[in-house]
């Protein structure tokens, strides 16, 4: 369903590899974390653009500041993503909560939605293993970010070694 949007993202970050691996991952991750906390079929749809497109601003934040933090990224996704969603059509009915959930990726608090929190948590996810994060680092995500089942059961069996 969500493939026009993903080839969409992906010639939008073309030449690019590493992001487009990282927003594949995050959209893969954040639909297994959504249907496993059996979210609506709406909150999915929403949750599988904003995870395809979360990290849209990364580009022209690092063309206009010379950067691309969480800050950077919130501020310029939405309004980047809106046009993708406009460009390739059937996302009317959950653009904003789209564009919302982009402008909150990277804000822990106030989590207003299982899917927010789900996209957080995908992210996470592969951002730990992408930055390949120590123990410490896992653990702490776990206490302060993870909050739904799923997410933390994929995190255990992700970061767990087995002994």
Sequence with gaps: MHDKLLLAAIEYDSGDPKRIQHFIKVYQLAMLIGRGENLSDGELKALAAAAILHD???????????????????RLGPDIAAKILDTVGGYDDVKGRVMHLIARHHTY?????????????????VNLYEDNSGKDAINAARDKIF?????KMLLDLMF????
């Design 56 to 74: 849209i601003g990364i580009h022209e934040g690092e063309r206009l500041y010379g950067r691309s933090d969480g800050e950077i990224q919130q």
């Design 147 to 151: 909050r739904l089942n799923t997410g």
């Design 160 to 163: 767990t070694a087995k002994e």
């Design 109 to 125: 608090t106030d989590i207003d939605g299982a899917d927010l929190q789900a996209l957080i948590e995908a992210d996470f996810l």
